[in-house]
């Protein structure tokens, strides 16, 4: 039996799996307040963490990803919201 390689973009496919796992870091970010507090102060995530009583690795996780969306946007190591998540998300 020989399987023959896909040719077309994967990317459809990766989105559809990984929506599994964006949609509730979304709304865990949402309902901990994550947007709300880049939208008043950009912040690095240990500051962002220990400021709102969240759990460090779990900050450094999950910025990085919504960052990796659109959602946020990271200069240096400070995370801040986009236009797309001020007019949404908040």
């Known amino acids: 039996m020989t399987i023959d390689t896909p040719i077309g973009d994967d990317k459809p496919i990766w989105d559809l799996w990984l929506s599994c796992v964006w949609l509730p870091a979304i709304t865990a970010a949402r309902e901990t307040g994550i947007f709300t507090?880049?939208?008043?102060?950009?912040?690095?995530?240990?500051?962002?963490?220990?400021?709102?009583?969240?759990?460090?690795?779990?900050?450094?996780?999950?910025?990085?990803?919504?960052?990796?969306?659109?959602?946020?946007?990271?200069?240096d190591d400070r995370y801040g919201i986009t236009e797309t998540t001020r007019h949404y998300l908040l």
């Open 37 to 75: 507090a880049l939208a008043q102060q950009p912040s690095d995530p240990d500051t962002l963490a220990a400021r709102h009583n969240l759990n460090p690795r779990a900050v450094r996780t999950v910025l990085p990803m919504l960052a990796s969306l659109g959602l946020l946007v990271q200069r």
